[in-house]
């Protein structure tokens, strides 16, 4: 309890210190093999960790709240939410976002551009991940949100007070 605790007040502290401006983060050229691998490691580590950390930008206003979805779809990491909660707005207000997740004596920090995409076939995917979900959301209905990462904007770093961190883009 105590670590998820401290990633939650580390989580507030670099949103809002990455608050006051929002400059356009431009996708980097990546190599296409290392890209995936790295992808798949960062999906793994989020799936075994079970739940992450999703910090947003509400205004001047860091906001950070539990979340458990992930899924490779079409060589892109996606998150699922509902449209009307105010995280989805914050979002489509400015996409940037960091996500942190613990896991034994590692932790992982994401950071990048999420994109909506209000296609029914990742919808469909997602909630086929996370069928416990289905009784909330359908990939038919007006509230079920799913977001990629935005390709080229995305650094990903495992930490751990063992080992040096492992630096990944994709």
């Known amino acids: 309890m105590k670590q998820h605790l401290a990633l ?17 983060i431009q996708p980097a050229t990546l190599n296409p093999e290392e890209s995936a691998m790295s992808m ?21 206003q860091p906001r950070v709240r539990p979340f458990g979805t992930a899924l490779i779809y079409e060589g892109k990491l ?12 914050q979002l489509l ?11 034994g004596d590692e932790w992982i920090r994401i950071s ?12 469909a995917a997602m909630l086929d991940a996370h069928p416990s979900l289905k009784g909330m959301y ?12 935005q390709p080229g904007t995305v650094t990903s770093t495992i930490w751990s007070f063992s080992h040096d961190p492992i630096v990944m883009r994709f």
């Open 78 to 89: 996606y998150i699922q939410t509902g449209r009307r909660k105010n995280v989805a707005k």
């Open 40 to 60: 798949q490691k960062t999906y793994q580590f989020l799936k075994d960790a079970g739940h992450y950390y999703l910090a947003t930008v509400d205004q001047d």
């Open 138 to 149: 359908s990939p038919d209905d007006d509230n079920t949100m799913v977001l990629y990462f």
């Open 93 to 103: 207000a400015n996409g940037k976002c960091e996500i942190c997740a613990m896991k």
């Open 8 to 24: 939650l007040t580390l989580l507030a502290l670099v949103a809002l210190c990455g608050c006051r401006t929002v400059a356009t």
């Open 112 to 123: 990048g551009v999420l994109v909506d995409d209000n296609r029914r076939e990742p919808k």
